[in-house]
């Protein structure tokens, strides 16, 4: 056999084993993506793309732990939500929860936690100065109470309270204390389209599961749901 020939063939051969190296590596490739798809599937609610609760809560205090006093931990609830699925259907209800977690998502960008806790309740932890925070949540408040637009193009009327607390004022950087301090907050500013500041007070407040005496859909927490 010639060189130029002997040269081909090795050149083949190499060819071939490269070509067979890259169908399981190929293959795996494609596993591993479907798997981390999967995973970061499960972290997210799938009506809101918010993260759930563990995984907020994960991502919640790598935020603290990392910014310490310049952060701000929020809490929003939605005011008459049970009234529009009542009204307008359950279809209707989930349209408003997806435009929540898009508009709260815009807000507070891609450096916060923000996760669905459990039927129109959300919770935020982002990077925060508190000179900021005081007209960061004015237009949070006129986002969430900007109509949302239904499928076959009706305008519902949505509203939402909101609190929020700062290490600084509370004194402590536990997040599950923030948020007991901004859910206290929140309850004391329900309905009043402004959102409602946490002080140190409100981290001792008489409370079931959480949450203050006599308000429904009470939970732990720091919980997984």
């Given at each position: 056999?010639?060189?130029?020939?002997?040269?081909?063939?090795?050149?083949?051969?190499?060819?071939l084993l490269l070509a067979t190296a890259a169908v399981p590596l190929t293959?795996?490739?494609?596993?591993?993506?479907?798997?981390?798809?999967?995973?970061?599937?499960?972290?997210?609610?799938?009506?809101?793309?918010?993260?759930?609760?563990?995984?907020?809560?994960?991502?919640?205090?790598?935020?603290?732990?990392?910014?310490?006093?310049?952060?701000?931990?929020?809490?929003?609830?939605?005011?008459?939500?049970?009234?529009?699925?009542?009204?307008?259907?359950?279809?209707?209800?989930?349209?408003?929860?997806?435009?929540?977690?898009?508009?709260?998502t815009a807000w507070a960008g891609r450096n916060a936690s923000i996760g669905?806790?459990?039927?129109?309740?959300?919770?935020?932890?982002?990077?925060?100065?508190?000179?900021?925070?005081?007209?960061?949540?004015?237009?949070?408040?006129?986002?969430?109470?900007?109509?949302?637009?239904?499928?076959?193009?009706?305008?519902?009327?949505?509203?939402?309270?909101?609190?929020?607390?700062?290490?600084?004022?509370?004194?402590t950087r536990d997040l599950p204390l923030l948020q007991r301090a901004a859910?206290?907050?929140?309850?004391?500013?329900?309905?009043?389209?402004?959102?409602?500041?946490?002080?140190?007070?409100?981290?001792?407040?008489?409370?079931?599961?959480?949450?203050?005496?006599?308000?429904?859909?009470?939970?732990?927490?720091?919980?997984?749901?």
């Amino acid at each position: 056999m010639s060189s130029a020939l002997r040269v081909q063939a090795q050149f083949g051969q190499r060819a071939l084993l490269l070509a067979t190296a890259a169908v399981p590596l190929t293959g795996w490739t494609v596993h591993a993506l479907a798997l981390h798809r999967r995973l970061t599937a499960a972290k997210k609610d799938p009506l809101t793309g918010l993260l759930r609760r563990d995984a907020y809560t994960v991502r919640a205090r790598q935020i603290l732990a990392r910014h310490g006093d310049n952060t701000a931990v929020i809490l929003v609830d939605g005011d008459h939500f049970k009234n529009i699925n009542d009204s307008l259907g359950h279809a209707a209800g989930d349209t408003v929860l997806a435009a929540y977690g898009t508009r709260l998502t815009a807000w507070a960008g891609r450096n916060a936690s923000i996760g669905r806790l459990g039927g129109d309740e959300f919770a935020i932890v982002l990077p925060m100065h508190r000179a900021r925070l005081e007209v960061r949540l004015a237009t949070l408040m006129g986002m969430l109470h900007t109509p949302v637009v239904l499928d076959d193009g009706r305008h519902v009327d949505v509203a939402a309270s909101v609190g929020a607390a700062t290490p600084d004022v509370i004194g402590t950087r536990d997040l599950p204390l923030l948020q007991r301090a901004a859910d206290a907050a929140l309850y004391d500013g329900k309905h009043s389209g402004h959102a409602h500041h946490a002080t140190r007070e409100h981290t001792s407040e008489p409370s079931i599961n959480g949450r203050r005496a006599g308000r429904p859909g009470t939970h732990v927490w720091g919980q997984a749901a």
